[in-house]
């Protein structure tokens, strides 16, 4: 009997670590479905985080790349007192970042929902 009240109550902590973990990402940056993110982009920093050859294939019109192995070194030249819209091609790399920039103290962090991978507004690249 022990036994199953230590198995159910480590499976309570487990369950509430990952609720407060998936809490704590949403709190860091806010996902903007595809039309409100397309909104203010020239009012905000649009920060790409996919490697050079991935932004330079294709990306929204505006955006600075960043890639995400050099973002902890370069996020602190984006400004505090402007929004920061970030995209990757799923979203996983944007909460990511969204986490290292709230823990920096910058508070209007927002992401594109799903990433670039579902955009259907303008694509700029080098070959266009």
């Not at 309570?12 to 595809?34: D, E, F, T």
């Not at 050099?70 to 986490?99: C, E, T, V």
Request: glycine share 6%; aromatic share 8%; net charge positive.
């Amino acid at each position: 009997m022990d036994t199953w009240l230590i198995i159910l109550l480590a499976a309570v902590v487990v369950i509430l670590i990952l609720v407060l973990n998936g809490y704590r990402n949403m709190k860091s940056v806010k996902a903007l479905p595809q039309e409100e993110f397309k909104k203010d982009l020239r009012r905000v920093q649009l920060i790409d985080l996919r490697e050079k050859e991935k932004y330079e294939y294709g990306h929204i019109m505006g955006a600075r790349n960043i890639p995400m192995m050099n973002f902890s070194m370069k996020m602190n030249s984006l400004r505090k007192d402007k929004p920061i819209y970030l995209y990757d091609q799923n979203g996983r790399l944007s909460i990511r970042a969204g986490r290292m920039l709230k823990k920096a103290g910058y508070t209007e962090i927002y992401m594109l929902k799903n990433g670039i991978s579902k955009w259907t507004g303008k694509i700029k690249s080098k070959n266009r």
